[in-house]
C-alpha cells in the first residue's frame, strides 16, 4: 500500500444537496465531478487535500456512528464556530491531552472527527 486513495461515507438516496452544504459550504470542501460512468449512482465527490470523500447512496442506509473519518484541519476555531452557525451540534474533546478536537454528525448522522492542526 502506498496512501489512502479516498474514503466513502455511506448516505440516503438524495442526499446530494445536503452533502454539498454540509461538507461543500460548512467544511469548505471543494466538489470535484464524480467519473461519468458512475454518476447516475448519485452522491458527491470531495477533495480533502491530497485524498478524496466520496459520499455514496446506501439505498438501505444506516450511519456510522463509531466508525469515522478524522479530518485535519486548519483555522480549527473558525471552522467549529461556521459549524456551529451553521446549526450542527460540535462535541468538543478532551480525551488526548494537548489535541484540539471535536465530534460533528454529518446530515444522516456519521460521525466525523476534526483536529485541530493549529
Known amino acids: 500500500m502506498l496512501a489512502i486513495d479516498h474514503i466513502q461515507l455511506a448516505a440516503p438516496p438524495g442526499c446530494e444537496e445536503a452533502a454539498r452544504r454540509f461538507f461543500?459550504?460548512?467544511?469548505?470542501?471543494?466538489?470535484?465531478?464524480?467519473?461519468?460512468?458512475?454518476?447516475?449512482?448519485?452522491?458527491?465527490?470531495?477533495r480533502v487535500g491530497a485524498h478524496e470523500l466520496h459520499i455514496g447512496v446506501e439505498p438501505d442506509f444506516a450511519p456510522a456512528q463509531k466508525a469515522h473519518p478524522g479530518f485535519r484541519a486548519r483555522n480549527y476555531s473558525e471552522l467549529r464556530e461556521r459549524l456551529l452557525v451553521g446549526g450542527?451540534?460540535?462535541?468538543?474533546?478532551e480525551a488526548i491531552p494537548g489535541v484540539r478536537r471535536c465530534f460533528v454528525a454529518d446530515p444522516w448522522g456519521n460521525r466525523i472527527e476534526l483536529i485541530s492542526a493549529e
Open 24 to 46: 461543500g459550504e460548512l467544511l469548505g470542501l471543494e466538489e470535484i465531478p464524480k467519473p461519468e460512468a458512475i454518476r447516475a449512482r448519485g452522491g458527491v465527490w470531495f
Open 88 to 93: 450542527v451540534e460540535v462535541a468538543d474533546d
